[in-house]
């Protein structure tokens, strides 16, 4: 079955240090790739997307994820992390051939210390 | 401009009552979705239209009942609705059903 894993529920960081947050999907193809970003009670706000092409994607807010097939993942980075960081982190995949269903991790809380 | 609009921002609801949501787009999108995301979860799909027609019901019961009036709006009417129902209701829509979706910031629905 098509699934998508974020192993971390919630991660803690320092103001200023690097941020990883883990994605994995379980497809027999390439699926279309998203994060996305939500301030708590607002909504989605789309970070970035891959759909094809460099595996290396840039996004807003300083945000970058690399898209990995041999590793069936996409996991999404930033060098530098700011207090406005805080917020709950999806990685979201849709699998071509049909409508565009968005699969969502579980979700990663992201919590920066100053 | 990606913006989706959704009013209101939040509904307080009694289980008899009948109210509706209502979400917005004028980016020019034939595709349009609600979804429904308890706290601390991810969202979920319960509806989505494409070209003003419903394509996908995510077996939502009947008390939830979406329109799409033209390519611009949609509408979720909703009845005699349980407690359990309470939730942040998002709207989304895309270019196309295969292409990136942008979603509004939500109606915050408590059903007492």
């Known amino acids: 079955a098509q699934s998508v894993t974020q192993p971390d529920i919630h991660i803690t960081v320092s103001e200023g240090a690097s941020l990883e947050l883990r994605c994995n999907y379980s497809?027999?193809?390439?699926?279309?790739l998203f994060w996305y970003v939500q301030s708590p009670g607002q909504g989605l706000q789309l970070l970035l997307k891959?759909?094809?092409?460099?595996?290396l994607v840039q996004g807003i807010k300083g945000f970058e994820a690399e898209f990995k097939r041999s590793q069936s993942s996409f996991n999404l980075r930033k060098p530098s992390v700011h207090w406005s960081d805080a917020a709950e982190y999806f990685c979201?995949?849709?699998?071509?051939?049909?409508?565009?269903?968005?699969?969502f991790g579980a979700g990663t809380r992201l919590a920066v210390h100053p | 401009d990606t913006e989706v609009t959704q009013t209101p921002k939040h509904l307080v609801m009694g289980m008899t009552n009948k109210k509706s949501l209502k979400c917005e787009q004028h980016?020019?999108?034939?595709?349009m979705y609600w979804y429904k995301q308890k706290a601390k979860k991810p969202p979920e799909l319960m509806f989505v239209?494409?070209?003003?027609?419903?394509?996908i019901n995510e077996s939502v019961p009947s008390r939830f009942s979406p329109e799409c009036p033209n390519s611009s709006l949609l509408n979720l009417h909703l009845h005699a609705l349980q407690p359990e129902d309470s939730a942040l209701y998002l709207c989304?829509?895309?270019?196309?059903?295969?292409?990136?979706?942008?979603f509004g910031p939500g109606t915050r629905l408590l059903v007492l």
């Open positions: 989304a829509s895309s270019q196309g059903v295969q292409e990136t979706q942008y």
């Open positions: 979201a995949v849709a699998f071509s051939g049909g409508y565009n269903k968005l699969i």
């Open positions: 239209y494409s070209y003003e027609k419903l394509s």
């Open positions: 980016m020019g999108h034939r595709a």
């Open positions: 891959y759909f094809s092409g460099d595996t």
């Open positions: 497809y027999g193809a390439t699926p279309y």
